[in-house]
């Protein structure tokens, strides 16, 4: 029953109304622990016949650590314009800055049963192509494109963990826009384990 509670993220706001966020699975905890955090929701809307990402900060300090809620159904297409927003926010707050508040997204560890998080404070999202000639693509379809030849998971991560650590800076990493965002965590877990940090990440 705990697990279940932290696939369907339920959140009972100030006004008494319930809402929920079907979080992210994956099966390996990066973070296991923010402490001074401020949670940002990210809900899965439908309109007629368009999904809509509809956004609540009300409770964010912007001197704490962000942690960011995503309904996983959600595309990147229309969650990394509000996440860019939000990066934005705080990256050009003066007042009341904080240099070593970190933002994160949360997720469900699937293996452990337990609430997880992924930091990208320092990730800038770039809407295009990236004009560098070595890239790893993740397709709509969850498919692995390693500068334009396919591949497997296992393949790709078999292939990271022997790409000299010194030229891993050469890689760009991009995404479809259409990709789910619980996919694309999945994704980024899976980088992030072999200690590989992205500091641009291209959505298109």
Known sequence: M???SLVFLFILFSCG???DILLSKSNVTIVSNVVDHSPIYI?????EKDTLAEVN???SIISTNWILNIDKRLPLRLVIPEVMKLQDKK???VAHKNELAQNYYSYADSIHKNLAFLPFTKVYYVKEKPKSSFIVFFSKKNEIFVDGFPGSHEELKSFLNSFPKEKLGIIRFGFAKELSFGTYIQNK???QSLKIETKEEFIY
Do not use: A, D, G, P
């Open 2 to 4: 705990k697990y279940f």
């Open 17 to 19: 109304n319930k809402e």
């Open 43 to 47: 809900f899965f809307r439908t309109k």
């Open 57 to 59: 900060r009300k409770n």
């Open 91 to 93: 990256r050009n707050e």
């Open 189 to 191: 877990v899976l980088i």
